[in-house]
Every structure is written in structure tokens, then in C-alpha cells.
């Protein structure tokens, strides 16, 4: 109802401004006033309210540092997210001052020079001086701004040291999985052609490779026997090979697993992980990001963590958290507080809450918690296939918060 | 050109002797009449993306509640008891997004200004081709229709966002608008880069070969120097989209494999392998990235114009101002990958990007201290047009700057695609470009319409817009700092992001005066179109060759000869001359220097 008013309000105000118009309209006209001479009040007028208007930009700016700085993100809880922000503040102080000085100039020059039929403007071609000056000056902070900005970078992506704890990040529509590659710290290799409903990150093991090879199998046998006995329209029948074909395609590819002489034991210990995950206080952790269907991207701003999770690539994101979630409890004096990873590559219509808590704590507790995880298991029969669930109630059921 | 000579009535003229009412309004090849089509299309597509964007700010003030406005316009199967349904809730996102930025500011602002100021800046008597002029508007128009019809497509317009990455945008499995509504999407950016291209070819064509005697490149109005360079970046850089496009067109019906790779999707694992989805963003942004100075330069090369002619005196470094114009062109194709550096491509590819990118402030900052020393000493007098034009530097100014963050490829770790990012570029696209359009529709106006538009009504709706435009922009830099994402339904499901919730009822509040503040330019444009006091030949008493035609549009342009061109267009104020103004036309004294 509140709302029904306000829109009545804005037709009413477009209505009137209609009006309001078309006086101003016949008025122009009944004087026989010029549009383009502008009168020396209407200049007064309009220099006036650019100063007016600058004052109250620059007081809008700072009500919103007063008033929200304790809104904005806090301090970085991660090694490289402390010079992120030292790097932040120095380019802050640039931008504020350049903000300030240029745009007040403006303004101000503008209301200052105005009109006056007793003057001539000065007329200033150019000067060579001055433009190398304001070409030579932004250059030298440029300067500065890159070198300092790509050596932050540079560290913030080196390769990580072989004591990183890896953890997978594993994100579908709409939900986030975490792996933990174990004991060895290696995460078992994984492809999606093996992901079925109990094996969800399609991780690769010996057994499972046997069992998807006899349900691709079995699946072809049973779509020929189909396509043989029974009498099915064209498009059916073109459905159908094109899929026997596909299944095709995905047993060679498994066997091909077979063949190979990788390990897939290295995954018979990592542990899978949903609704939050842990991790210990000034350790290493290396992310290895992974997607199933759509691109997503693992946003853990708290910790000044962002990359993309891309479908047929690994992409990975490094760092170490420095502050324990029930420091940072006490810090923002909020007992409720909670890490968290989101999602920030839009991604479909629960986009908006594919979320998971993270947990920073001490390595004791860390380990303690990783050990009542269970190892991953890898699935014993396969059975008809059982999606999940259907994204769209995905997005409103809180299952991962 | 015998024809030539014969003066045409104006819009409300109903009939004339030689020319068909078809051929004179409607498949017209003159240029004054091609660049009015284009701005009534644009204006027309700017109103639908402005209450597309006011349909999802209510959503994002007031989640999940509901309004009427929403239900009468959107029907219960997107706005069931008048609550936003949140797939609407992308495609209303990307098509605003993208009716904005290729059909009101590429389309309507190239359009509009190269097709009207390029003929008559440089002193000819047409474009090039009158044709291809012709065709590039109905190709537009055929696009904008198709973009606007996919939102009444039964599973949603696009929503993958205006960016539409593959996969999401490949798959109908993966959102029901990446069916037939992307489908369409497709098709009309096909078509409209064909408009694009065509517009671009008679533009750097005409400029290059049909200048006037005396019109050396060096003294060509700014406004033709940033035309030119535009058509150029649109020439090289939307082939690359529309390969882009069609790539994505056969992955998505031909069973190709470019952008797919590995996907498990609907209970079902793909067949597509090899393909990569940075592909499709490296293709995507290669245009991308030109385009936001597409849409910028023309702004800024009005903005140069309109400066000079409203402040009494040359632009400050004519030759600055052209050398940024080239570096900014140059540049602007070695920097796309500024939008990738957290794609999970190389870092060390990242750090290019971050240094290229950066040198394009250098550029930008010549620019905004040349424009703000030519007001500098001048004798500005604050026409609707001057006033927008100072508008959009105080935008360039204060939207520049935080690109500087962004470019940094370790600060844009943390503000990567959140609302920091929606500032960003709404200040500098949302504001100085669509300020560069305002400015140029109140200053060439008389040209266009050969009437004046309303003054005092210019005033308030400059007055109402900035206001409007950065209460509504600005705050959305502190929510984006808040680690606030983008394209997100809403917000509740957070409780960090509570403290900025109040700023998105804020924003929401200016975005609606801003909005209707709109209405009051849309009353003067089209009252004034009809109604508006007849102009004089050279209203803003400026130096350029458009006002030493007739009033009322003649085809040809000028009666008789073609003009002659003794200097260059920023002659004001110059020492020795009575007036303050010295027209392009009146040869030089015998002692006096060019500039
Ligand atoms: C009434 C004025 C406007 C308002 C209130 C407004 C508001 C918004 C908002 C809230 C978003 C969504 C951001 C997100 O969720 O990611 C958005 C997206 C966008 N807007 Fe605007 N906007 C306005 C005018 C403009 C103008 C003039 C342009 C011209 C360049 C523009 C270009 C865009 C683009 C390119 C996007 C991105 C769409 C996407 O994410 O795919 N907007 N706008
Ligand atoms: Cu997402
Ligand atoms: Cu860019």
C-alpha cells in the first residue's frame, strides 16, 4: 500500500512537471525572450548552484565515510590481504586528493569566469609548460602506483610452498563443495564424466572407474535394445543414437582412465565437505577451484580472495589466514560473525545466495574437526541416477548457511 | 546538385511536390534526417532501459516485497503478486545493461552526432554513401525492435548479464532465459553490429575524402577528431565481437565445442570437450573494452565543442587534446584484459594489463586539465548544453579515478565484480557519456530541429540529473566496499551487507527523481521539436560550418557553393577582432597567425 503511494507520487509529480512545463512554455514565448541569450541572473544563478552543488557533493562524500566506515569491509584477515589494503589506503589518499583539487577547480573556475560583456576572455591556445607538467606529474604517480601494485600482485600469485594444505573449492548451481585432499595432501584426480549422485565431485577411483564403465555399458546395450524393438518417431530415433553416440565417447574416455598410470588411490583419503569448512589459523592454504557446470567465482572477502571457477579448468588462489573467527568475533564485537565464501560470476537465479561459512581457527581444533570428517568413499553400485536436488528450491532452502 | 537549392519544409510539413512522405521521413538518405531517426530510436530505447532499471532498484531497496507496478507491467508470470521473480530479475539487468550501452550510447550517440555534425563540420554535402547512411539506421532500428521483443519471450529475456559468458549463456539447462530469449539477443547484436559497421565505414570515409577546401586535418572541429577515431575502434574492434557471437551461436546449436568443455549439467555429463570459456571473454572483451571509449570519446569530443563555443576561447591544447584522442584509441585495444585478471588466466598476463591500462590515465588526465584551464580566464556563459558539458567532466574526473583502483590487478582482487565495479562504470558511462549526449541534444538542437528547446526546462533537468545521477552512483561505491556483489537478487541472506542497506533505499530514492526528472526532457524535446522558438542561423554564435547553413534543412546542405575554410574552429576571444567570435569561413588577415 506504502508502495502503491509512492508510485502515485511519481505519476503525480511527472503530471505535474508536464504542467509546470507548459507554462513555462507560453511564458517564454509571451516575453519574446531569446533561449539562447542567457540572461546575466540565470548565469549568476547557475554559477552559484555549481558551487552549491560542489559543497554538497564533497559533504555527501564525507557523511559516507562518516557514517558507513564501520559498514565497510573489516580489517583483512589474511597475510596478503594487509598489503592489499596498505596498497588500497596509499591509492585512496591519491584519488581523494585528485578528486578534491580537480573537481573543486572546476567549479569553482567555472562560477569565477563567468559572463561578463565588459571582458574578453584570455585567449590561450595552449602552453607547452604547463601540459608537460600535468603529462610528466600524472606519470611519475602512475609510476609508483604500478611498480607497487605489481610486486603486491606477484606475491599474492606465486606458486605456493609444497606446506600449503590443499583444499579443493568444488561449485555447481547453486552450492559450493569443499575436498580435503587428506593424509597425503594430494586431492584425488577427478572428471566430470564421473560424477554421479554419490560421487557428486566426479572423483576418480579404481572402483568407480569399474562401475562407470558398466553403467555407460549398460545404458548403451539398453538404448540399442530400444532403438530395436521399438517403433519410435525419427527425432526419437536421432535422440537416441546421438546419445548412444555421447555414451560412446564417455566409456572410451573412462577407459582411458583405465589405461593411465596415474594414481587414483591418492583419493581414497580426501574428505568432502558441505555447509562450511575450516581452516587453521596462519597456515597456508592452497585453493584448487573447480566448476561442474556453469562459471562461478570463489568470493572470500574477508580475506581479500577472489577467482573465478571455471568449467574444464583448475584455477587456484592461495593465502593465509592471520585472524581466527572468534578473534574476529571479538574485534567486531559481534558474536555472530562468520567468514564466508560467495559467489561472484553470475551464475543463474539462486546466483544471489550460493554461500558457505568458513571456519578460521587454531590447528588443534583444525585437526580435531578434519579428523571427525569422513573420508571419501567411493561409491559401490550405481544406481539410477538421482539429481540432487532441483535448483530452483535449491535457492530458497538454507542448506548451505 | 540541382536539387539542392531547394529549400524543404520542416518536420510538420505534411506534403511536397517532389518528395514522398516515405522517402523523405522514413527510408530517407539524408543525413540530417538519418541522425534525427537515430535519436528518437535512442531516446525511445533509453526510456525502456531507464524503467527496466527502476523495476529491479525496487526489487534490491525492498526485497521480496511487493508492488503493483511491477505486477501491471511484468504480468503474474514475472511479477506474481507483484514480487520480482528473480530469473526476471537478470534478463531486466542484462537488457538494461545492454539497450544501454550499444543501443542508447553506441547506437544513438555515434548515430545521432557523426551522422548530423560529420557532413556539416567538414563542409559536405552528404556522407559518402547515402545508402549504406540508410541502411546502417534500418538495421539499428531492426535490432533495437528484436531486443525489445525478446522481453516478452515466454522463458525471459537474456540474463546472463550484458557480458553473456558461455556457458551459462550456452545452455538452456542452465537458466530458461539462455533459451530463445538469448537466441534473440544474439540475433539483434548480429544485426546491430552490421549497423555498427556500416555507420563507421561512411564515417571514416566521409572524414578521410570529402573534407571542404581549406579543411586540413588540423583544423577539424574536436568533435570530428573523436568521431573518427570512434568509427575507427568500431571498425576494428565489433568484427571481433560479432566472431564472438557467432561462436557462441554454433556452440549453442551446432554442437560445437569452443567455450564447452567438461560440463555436468541437468543430471547429465556434456559431450562438448577442448573448448574454453576465457576464449569467449578475451573475444568479448577485446570488443568490450574499445567500446566503453566508443561511447565515451564522441561524448568528450562534443563536450570539446561545446566548452570553446560556451566559455569564449580556444580549447586549451588543440594538439593535446588530439594526441589523447589517439592514445586513448590506441591504448584502448591493449587493455581488455583488465576484466579477466581473476578469470584463471596466467597472472603475469594480468600484470601486462595492469601496466597498459594504467597508462591510459595519462591520456585521460590531459584531457580533464585541458578542458578545466580552457574554462579557465574564459567568459563562460552556462547554456543547459555548457552546464552538461561541465557535468560530464566533473564525472570523467571523479568516475577516472576509481578506474585507477580497478586497473590494479591486487586491488581488484577484493572489489572484482561487486557494486564498486557498478559504480565505476555508471559514473563514467551512466553519467559522462549520457551527459555528453544531453549536452550535444540542447546544443544542436536548433540545428536538428531548427527550433530552441526550453531553457529554464534545460536548467532543471541538468539541475534534477546530477543531483540525481551521482546520489544514485555514488553510494554504490561504499556498498560495493562493503564486499557487496553484483547481479545479486538481493541481499538479506547476508548479514555482513545489513549496515548498507539503507544506502540501497537511498539509491533507489534518487534513482526515481532521476528518472522522472527525465520526464521534463522528454517534454521540452518533444514540445520543442513541434512547438520551440525558431532558431536563428548561429544561436550559440560559434565557429563551426553547421551554422553557416540554412535554418530549415535543405539537401546539399548549403545552397550554392561549398564553404571554404581559412582557420581553425577555436577563434574566440582572438585579440583584434571586434566580435568574440571568428567563423572558420573569414580568411586570415594578411598579419595575423593561424593560432
Ligand atoms: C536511471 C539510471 C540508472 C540506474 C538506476 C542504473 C542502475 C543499475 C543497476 C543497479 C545495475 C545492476 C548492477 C548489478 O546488479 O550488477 C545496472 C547495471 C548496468 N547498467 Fe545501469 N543504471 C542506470 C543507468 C545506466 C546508464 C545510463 C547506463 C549506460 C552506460 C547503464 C549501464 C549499465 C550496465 C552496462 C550495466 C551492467 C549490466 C550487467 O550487469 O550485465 N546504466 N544499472
Ligand atoms: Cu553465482
Ligand atoms: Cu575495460
Known amino acids: ?401 | 546538385m540541382s536539387a539542392t537549392a531547394e529549400s524543404h519544409e520542416h518536420a510538420h510539413a505534411h506534403h511536397h511536390e517532389k518528395e514522398s512522405f516515405v522517402s523523405k521521413y522514413i527510408f530517407s538518405q539524408d543525413h540530417k534526417m538519418i541522425s534525427k531517426q537515430f535519436l528518437v530510436t535512442a531516446v525511445f530505447m533509453g526510456i525502456i532501459a531507464m524503467m527496466l532499471s527502476i523495476f529491479f532498484r525496487l526489487q534490491l531497496a525492498w526485497p521480496g516485497e511487493s508492488f503493483e507496478i511491477l505486477n501491471f507491467f511484468l504480468g503474474d508470470k514475472w511479477a506474481p503478486d507483484g514480487v520480482l521473480d528473480r530469473n526476471m530479475y537478470l534478463s531486466l539487468v542484462t537488457l538494461h545493461g545492454t539497450i544501454m550501452v550499444f543501443f542508447v550510447l553506441t547506437g544513438g550517440l555515434s548515430g545521432t552526432f557523426s551522422n548530423l555534425l560529420i557532413p556539416l563540420q567538414i563542409g559536405a554535402r552528404d556522407m559518402a554513401s547515402g545508402m549504406l547512411n540508410m541502411l546502417s539506421y534500418w538495421f539499428f532500428f531492426v535490432s533495437s525492435v528484436i531486443m525489445v521483443a525478446s522481453l516478452f519471450v515466454e522463458t525471459g529475456a537474456a540474463g546472463g548479464g550484458w557480458t553473456i559468458y558461455p556457458p551459462l549463456s550456452a545452455l538452456p539447462q542452465a537458466m530458461p532465459s539462455s533459451g530463445l530469449g538469448m537466441t534473440l539477443w544474439l540475433i539483434s547484436m548480429a544485426i546491430f553490429i552490421a549497423s555498427s559497421l556500416l555507420g563507421s565505414l561512411n564515417y571514416i570515409v566521409t572524414i578521410l575524402n570529402l573534407r571542404t577546401k581549406g579543411m586540413k586535418m588540423t583544423r577539424l572541429p574536436l568533435t570530428i577528431w573523436a568521431f573518427f577515431i570512434t568509427a575507427i575502434l568500431g571498425v576494428l574492434s565489433f568484427p571481433v565481437l560479432f566472431a564472438a557471437v557467432l561462436l557462441l551461436i554454433m556452440d549453442r546449436s551446432m554442437g560445437t565445442s569452443f567455450y564447452l568443455s567438461d560440463i555436468y549439467i541437468g543430471s547429465e555429463a556434456l559431450d562438448p570437450v577442448g573448448g574454453s570459456p576465457i576464449l569467449y571473454e578475451h573475444l568479448f572483451w577485446f570488443l568490450g573494452h574499445p567500446e566503453v571509449y566508443i561511447v565515451l570519446l564522441p561524448a568528450l569530443g562534443i563536450t570539446s565543442e561545446i566548452i570553446a563555443t560556451n566559455a569564449r576561447k580556444p580549447i586549451f591544447g588543440y594538439r593535446a587534446m588530439i594526441g589523447s584522442i589517439l592514445a586513448i584509441g590506441f591504448l584502448s585495444f591493449i587493455v581488455w584484459g583488465h576484466h579477466m585478471f581473476l578469470s584463471g588466466m596466467n597472472p603475469f598476463l594480468g600484470s601486462v594489463f595492469v601496466f597498459t591500462t594504467l597508462l591510459i590515465a595519462i591520456p585521460s588526465a590531459v584531457k580533464a586539465f585541458n578542458y578545466i584551464t580552457t574554462i579557465w580566464k574564459g567568459n563562460v556563459i552556462f547554456t543547459p548544453g555548457m552546464l552538461f558539458s561541465i557535468g560530464l567532466v566533473s564525472t570523467f574526473v571523479t568516475g577516472g579515478l576509481t578506474g585507477i583502483i580497478l586497473a590494479d590487478s591486487a586491488l581488484d582482487i577484493t572489489i572484482h565484480d561487486t557494486y564498486f565495479v557498478v559504480a565505476h562504470f555508471h559514473i563514467v558511462m551512466g553519467l559522462s557519456a549520457i551527459f555528453g549526449m544531453f549536452a550535444g541534444v540542447y546544443h544542436w538542437f536548433p540545428k536538428m530541429f531548427g527550433r530552441m528547446m526550453n531553457t529554464k526546462l534545460g536548467y532543471a533537468h541538468f539541475w534534477l540529473t546530477i543531483i540525481g545521477g551521482y546520489g544514485v552512483f555514488f553510494p554504490m561505491h561504499f556498498v560495493g566496499m562493503a564486499g557487496a556483489p553484483r547481479r545479486y537478487y538481493q541481499y538479506t541472506d547476508y548479514a555482513m551487507f545489513d549496515g548498507v542497506a539503507d544506502l540501497n533505499v537511498l539509491i533507489t530514492g534518487f534513482a526515481i527523481m532521476a528518472a522522472a526528472a527525465q520526464g521534463i526532457f522528454l517534454f521540452n524535446f518533444f514540445y520543442s521539436a513541434f512547438k520551440g522558438q525558431r532558431a536563428v542561423q548561429n544561436p550559440w554564435k560559434s565557429n563551426t560550418l553547421e551554422w553557416t547553413t540554412p535554418v530549415e534543412h535543405i539537401h546539399g546542405n548549403w545552397e550554392g557553393a561549398l564553404p571554404e575554410v581559412h582557420r581553425w574552429p577555436y577563434d574566440y576571444s582572438k585579440d583584434g577582432w571586434d566580435e568574440d567570435f571568428v567563423p572558420q569561413t573569414v580568411p586570415l588577415r594578411s598579419d595575423e597567425e593561424e593560432h
Open chain 1, 1 to 401: 500500500m506504502e508502495k502503491l503511494l509512492l508510485v502515485l507520487v511519481v505519476v503525480l509529480a511527472v503530471i505535474g512537471i508536464a504542467q509546470l512545463a507548459k507554462v513555462y512554455q507560453l511564458s517564454s514565448e509571451l516575453g519574446k525572450k531569446r533561449e539562447e541569450d542567457i540572461s546575466p541572473t540565470s548565469n549568476k544563478v547557475n554559477g552559484n548552484l555549481l558551487v552549491l552543488f560542489m559543497v554538497g557533493l564533497f559533504a555527501f562524500f564525507i557523511w559516507h565515510l562518516v557514517k558507513y566506515n564501520g559498514e565497510m569491509l573489516p580489517v583483512a584477515a589474511s597475510e596478503h590481504g594487509v598489503k592489499i589494503d596498505r596498497l588500497l589506503n596509499f591509492n585512496w589518499a591519491i584519488i581523494f586528493t585528485v578528486f578534491f583539487i580537480v573537481n573543486f577547480l572546476l567549479f569553482y573556475f567555472a562560477r569565477k569566469y563567468q559572463y561578463n560583456p565588459n571582458r574578453k576572455a584570455y585567449y590561450l591556445a595552449h602552453n607547452n609548460t604547463l601540459e608537460l607538467i600535468w603529462t610528466v606529474i600524472p606519470s611519475i604517480v602512475l609510476a609508483v602506483i604500478i611498480i607497487w601494485g605489481l610486486r603486491t600482485w606477484n606475491q599474492i600469485t606465486e606458486e605456493p610452498g609444497d606446506d600449503a594444505i590443499v583444499i579443493e573449492l568444488y561449485s555447481k548451481q547453486f552450492d559450493w563443495t569443499a575436498r580435503y585432499a587428506g593424509e597425503d595432501n594430494k586431492l584425488g584426480y577427478a572428471n566430470f564424466t564421473m560424477i554421479t549422485g554419490q560421487n557428486p565431485l566426479g572423483v576418480i577411483t579404481n572402483e568407480g572407474i569399474d562401475a562407470k564403465i558398466e553403467e555407460l555399458s549398460d545404458e548403451i546395450t539398453k538404448t540399442r535394445a530400444r532403438l530395436a524393438n521399438e517403433i519410435l518417431p525419427d527425432s526419437k530415433v536421432e535422440e537416441l543414437e546421438d546419445r548412444i553416440g555421447m555414451r560412446g565417447r564417455q566409456k572410451a574416455r573412462v577407459m582411458n582412465f583405465k589405461k593411465s598410470d596415474k594414481d587414483f588411490d591418492v583419493a581414497n583419503d580426501d574428505k568432502i565437505v558441505k555447509g562450511e569448512f575450516h581452516i587453521p589459523v596462519n597456515k597456508p592454504v592452497n585453493f584448487q577451484i573447480r566448476s561442474r557446470d556453469v562459471i562461478h567465482s570463489a568470493y572470500m572477502p574477508h580475506f581479500r580472495a577472489q577467482m573465478n571457477a571455471v568449467p574444464g579448468m583448475n584455477t587456484q588462489f592461495t593465502f593465509t589466514p592471520t585472524i581466527t573467527t572468534d578473534s574476529m568475533r571479538m574485534v567486531l564485537d559481534d558474536p555472530n560473525f562468520n567468514y564466508i565464501l560467495l559467489c561472484n560470476k553470475v551464475c543463474g537465479s539462486a546466483h544471489f545466495n550460493m554461500q558457505m561459512n568458513i571456519v578460521v581457527e587454531s590447528e588443534e581444533d583444525y585437526k580435531k574437526w578434519l579428523s571427525e570428517q569422513k573420508t571419501f568413499v567411493a561409491p559401490e553400485e550405481e544406481t539410477e541416477e538421482v539429481e540432487e536436488s532441483e535448483p530452483e528450491a535449491m535457492a530458497t532452502d538454507d542448506e548451505t548457511n
